[in-house]
């Protein structure tokens, strides 16, 4: 059992940055691979970005590639989502999700489906 939770949410001026964080419970929190999904107001929850276990396969959806970083500190169970040069189409609740790492992941890295576990979210409001 992984248990997730985000912070770093917030209120922040278009073109703006905020550091979104996802602490993880367990001791083997490097066989998880963890996604960040958002979900904005009377739309479905869409991928933004994911990382492996190890950190070394990185996955971004078009719409953040180039303002978005994701990274991990297996150190500390915590992956982070840098997100810099904020639009308002940005405003979302965003959530972490975990599932262990493995061969089938790379197929589907962008599917709610493939996670098992998630947070309760964080909101982050861009306003213009």
């Known amino acids: 059992q992984v248990q997730m939770v985000e912070s770093g949410g917030g209120l922040v001026q278009a073109g703006g940055s905020l550091r979104l964080s996802c602490a993880a419970s367990?001791?083997?929190?490097?066989?998880?691979?963890v996604g960040w999904f958002r979900q904005a107001p009377g739309k479905e929850r869409e991928f933004v970005a994911a990382?492996?276990?190890?950190?070394?396969?990185?996955f971004y959806a078009d719409s953040v590639k180039g303002r978005f970083t994701i990274s991990r500190d297996n150190a500390k169970n915590t992956v982070y989502l840098q997100t810099n040069s904020l639009k308002p189409e940005d405003t979302a609740v965003y959530y972490c999700?975990?599932?262990?790492?493995?061969?089938?992941?790379?197929?589907?890295?962008?599917?709610?489906?493939?996670?098992?576990?998630w947070g309760q979210g964080t909101q982050v409001t861009v306003s213009s």
């Open positions: 999700g975990a599932t262990p790492s493995g061969a089938s992941y790379y197929s589907n890295y962008y599917g709610l489906g493939s996670y098992d576990y």
């Open positions: 990382i492996s276990g190890s950190g070394g396969s990185i």
């Open positions: 367990g001791r083997t929190f490097s066989r998880y691979a």
